[in-house]
């Protein structure tokens, strides 16, 4: 079984930081890429950033140079570094990982449970 298991939300003001943290455990063979997604409410899950295995990182348009995404290969962990928050920043982010639990296993997509950000004005 795989577990990916997100810390570090809470309340912040505007203008305030966040550290996200996602750790993967649990059969893991190999992990491709990692990232992080946001869900306000009444809206659709969207895109927040991704990083691959080697380092290579998307951002989406509204992150603006804002949020820097990283992740230790060691610990099978990826992070979200959130600067300059705002208020429509307030969401549940959830990690992503799609990995290999076996060198000829197919990879799949594996989400955690969420975690709230909420940015006040």
């Known amino acids: 079984q795989v577990q990916l298991v997100e810390s570090g939300g809470g309340l912040v003001q505007a203008g305030g930081s966040l550290r996200l943290s996602c750790a993967a455990s649990?059969?893991?063979?190999?992990?491709?890429?990692m990232g992080w997604y946001r869900q306000a409410p009444g809206k659709q899950r969207e895109l927040v950033a991704t990083?691959?295995?080697?380092?290579?990182?998307n951002y989406a348009d509204f992150v603006a140079s804002r949020f820097t995404i990283s992740r230790d290969n060691a610990k099978n962990t990826v992070y979200l570094e959130m600067n300059s928050l705002k208020p429509d920043d307030t969401a549940v982010y959830y990690c992503?990982?799609?990995?290999?639990?076996?060198?000829?296993?197919?990879?799949?997509?594996?989400w955690g449970q969420g975690t709230q950000v909420t940015v006040s004005s």
């Open positions: 649990g059969t893991i063979f190999t992990i491709n890429a």
């Open positions: 992503y990982a799609r990995l290999r639990v076996a060198r000829y296993n197919p990879e799949y997509g594996y």
């Open positions: 990083i691959t295995s080697g380092g290579s990182t």
